[in-house]
C-alpha cells in the first residue's frame, strides 16, 4: 500500500507561468515532508520541507504547503524555468523519538518546463 | 565535489552471483542509508546505519545484507540475486537521526541481472 501519493507521472509547463505539483498521504503519524530534486544521472537533491506545525513554507520561488486535514501537500514553483525539468519526488517522516529518520517516497512527478 | 560516492554507476551480474554495491561519504556523517528504486517506482528503504548499528526494515528480504566498516564507507550485498531484484540502489547519508535531518544522496547504481 502506497503510504505517500503522487498521482501525476507527469505535468508539462510553459516558462514563467506556476507549477503545482501534488502530494497526498495516508499515514497520520508523518508529521515531516519534503520534496526532493531529481535531473537524469543524479540523485535526488532535498529541495524543501515543511513540519506539520505549520501550513506553508517558502524559500524564493518554492513554496510548499500542507494541509493537514485533507493530508495533502503541494508544491508550487513561480515562476517556472527550464532548469526546474526534473523528477519531483515528496516524501514523508514520521513521528519518532530516536527511531530513525525513515522517509517514504511517493513515485514522483516528471516536471517538464517548455519555452 | 561529490559527496556521496556511488560505485560503480552500473553493474551487470548474472542470476544468483554475488555482487556487492559500494558506498563512501566526505561529509563525516553519523547515518548511512540504502534504497532500492524500481522502475516508475518510489526509493524504498531497505536499512540504515547509525554509526556502527545496523537496523533492517522488516519487509527487507534476507538475501539483501550490508556491511559498514567505518564512518566513510557502506556497502550492500545481495547474495544471490534474482531477477526481480534489478533496480536504481540509491545510498543516503544523514548528520544524524532526527526527522528534520537532511538526507543526502548519491547518484546510484544501476543493477542488471541477467
Known amino acids: 500500500d502506497q503510504q505517500v501519493k503522487q498521482n501525476s507521472p507527469s505535468l508539462s509547463v510553459q516558462e514563467g507561468r506556476i507549477s503545482i505539483l501534488n502530494c497526498d498521504y495516508t499515514?497520520?503519524?508523518?508529521?515531516?515532508f519534503l520534496w526532493y530534486k531529481k535531473y537524469p544521472a543524479e540523485g535526488p537533491t532535498f529541495l524543501i520541507s515543511i513540519s506539520s506545525i505549520k501550513d506553508k513554507n517558502e524559500d524564493g520561488r518554492f513554496t510548499v504547503f500542507l494541509n493537514k486535514s485533507a493530508k495533502h501537500l503541494s508544491l508550487h514553483i513561480v515562476p517556472s524555468q527550464p532548469g526546474d525539468s526534473a523528477v519531483y519526488f515528496c516524501a514523508a517522516s514520521p513521528r519518532l523519538t530516536g527511531g530513525g529518520n525513515k522517509l517514504t517516497f511517493g513515485t514522483g512527478t516528471q516536471l517538464k518546463v517548455e519555452l | 565535489d561529490a559527496m556521496v560516492i556511488q560505485n560503480p554507476r552500473y553493474q551487470v551480474t548474472q542470476f544468483g552471483k554475488p555482487v556487492t554495491l559500494s558506498c563512501s561519504q566526505t561529509l563525516n556523517h553519523n547515518v548511512m542509508y540504502w534504497y532500492q528504486q524500481k522502475s516508475s517506482q518510489a526509493p524504498k528503504l531497505l536499512f540504515h546505519?547509525?554509526?556502527?548499528?545496523?537496523?533492517n526494515e522488516a519487509d527487507t528480504p534476507d538475501n539483501f545484507q550490508s556491511r559498514r566498516p567505518n564512518t566513510s564507507f557502506c556497502f550492500l550485498d545481495i547474495r544471490s540475486p534474482g531477477l526481480g531484484d534489478a533496480a536504481m540502489y540509491l545510498c543516503a547519508t544523514s548528520r544524524e537521526l532526527g526527522s528534520t535531518d537532511t538526507q543526502y544522496f548519491g547518484p546510484g547504481t544501476r543493477l542488471t541481472v541477467l
Open positions: 546505519y547509525y554509526d556502527k548499528d545496523f537496523n
Open positions: 499515514n497520520s503519524m508523518f508529521d515531516y
